[in-house]
């Protein structure tokens, strides 16, 4: 059992950074491939970044390529998301979410084994 906590969010202007971080409990985290999901008013919840159970490979939506960048430390049992150049199309719920040996090169929705409760952020123009 793996359980998540989201932290960072909140309600920046457009072009400001969040960084958003999600702490894992359990001793196997490095087991484990990571994802974040963005979730916006009205809409379906969304791949934005994932990165493997090494670290060694991340990969992002195409919104996102450029001004996300997601990384773990596995000392930590920790994955962030670093978000710059914000825009308020980015507002959403932001969740964390966890497959255990997961492939992250073709990760969604429907593979994620565990899911934080997600943190708001709100992007203001």
């Known amino acids: 059992q793996v359980q998540l906590v989201e932290s960072g969010g909140g309600l920046v202007q457009a072009g400001a950074s969040l960084r958003l971080s999600c702490a894992a409990s359990?001793?196997?985290?490095?087991?484990?491939?990571m994802g974040w999901f963005g979730q916006a008013p009205g809409k379906e919840r969304e791949f934005v970044a994932s990165?493997?159970?090494?670290?060694?490979?991340?990969y992002y939506a195409e919104s996102v390529k450029g001004r996300f960048t997601i990384s773990r430390d596995n000392a930590k049992n920790t994955v962030y998301l670093q978000m710059n150049s914000l825009k308020p199309e980015d507002t959403a719920v932001y969740y964390c979410?966890?497959?255990?040996?997961?492939?992250?090169?073709?990760?969604?929705?429907?593979?994620?084994?565990?899911w934080g409760k997600g943190t708001l952020v709100t992007v203001s123009s």
């Open positions: 359990g001793r196997t985290f490095s087991s484990y491939a």
């Open positions: 990165i493997s159970w090494s670290a060694g490979n991340t």
């Open positions: 979410a966890a497959v255990l040996h997961g492939e992250a090169a073709t990760m969604n929705y429907y593979d994620m084994e565990y």
